[in-house]
């Protein structure tokens, strides 16, 4: 059975804190992406990575940075968490290319910061 | 920039009936369009994906059409059952050919 895991279901952070979500797939995709879900703004794209090493920019980078040493593995990084990050993080990973290929998701992390 | 709407925050229907749920795109023409299914708390799972080229899809009792002229794709769910009930998401390819955009979601409450 195909998976994407995530490192929390549930954090509580601190206003200032580095924040770390890590994601893990096991089913040899080169596209990793990171999104958060908020209600009513839906799901917004923050970075996603084609490659090892390799990152793109999605609609709202601002205030996260993303590493992917192992291509199994992408982490998002909060350099300094506020409330406004408050959110649910949700992880995906797909086949190289576009729309042409599902993306898996994991079952996300609520961030919550106070 | 191109814009998706998924233009049902809530649909109500009665067991047994067809659910249609609204999907339409501007300023762009996707080649792929992409339906998942969100359970509350939870990931989004995929369900159908359909191409330009593709009128139709279906997946037992999933349908999915895809008009590039109207800018409209349409998923029906023919039968439907309280356990159909959850948020439907529409995804297109974004026009740098990378990663998906999905809208915001159609919310589907089927009662027994």
């Known amino acids: 059975d195909v998976k994407v895991t995530q490192s929390s279901r549930y954090l509580v952070k601190r206003t200032g804190e580095k924040v770390f979500l890590e994601c893990v797939q096991d089913?040899?995709?080169?596209?990793m992406f990171w999104y958060r879900q908020d209600p009513g703004l839906g799901l917004r794209l923050i970075y996603f990575?084609?490659?090892?090493?390799?990152?793109e920019k999605g609609d709202i980078p601002e205030g996260y940075s993303v590493s992917r040493e192992k291509k199994e593995r992408f982490s998002l990084i909060l350099e300094s968490a506020s409330t406004n990050q408050t959110s649910m993080y949700l992880c995906?990973?797909?086949?190289?290319?576009?729309?042409?290929?599902?993306?898996?998701f994991g079952p996300g992390t609520r961030l919550t910061v106070l | 920039s191109q814009k998706i709407e998924q233009n049902s925050e809530a649909l109500n229907i009665q067991e047994g009936k067809t659910a249609t749920l609204t999907c339409n795109y501007t300023?762009?023409?996707?080649?792929?369009l992409q339906w998942y299914r969100q359970d509350p708390g939870r990931g989004p799972v995929f369900l159908l994906l359909?191409?330009?080229?593709?009128k139709e899809k279906r997946k037992e009792r999933l349908k999915v059409t895809f008009d590039t002229t109207l800018k409209q794709s349409l998923f029906h769910i023919t039968a439907s059952q309280p356990a159909d009930s959850a948020t439907y998401l529409c995804?297109?390819?974004?026009?740098?050919?990378?990663?998906?955009?999905f809208g915001k979601g159609t919310t589907l409450s089927v009662s027994s």
């Open positions: 089913m040899d995709h080169e596209n």
């Open positions: 990575s084609y490659d090892v090493k390799m990152k």
């Open positions: 995906a990973s797909s086949l190289e290319g576009a729309g042409n290929n599902e993306q898996f």
């Open positions: 359909i191409r330009e080229n593709e």
């Open positions: 995804a297109l390819d974004g026009q740098a050919g990378t990663a998906l955009i």
């Open positions: 300023n762009y023409s996707p080649a792929y």
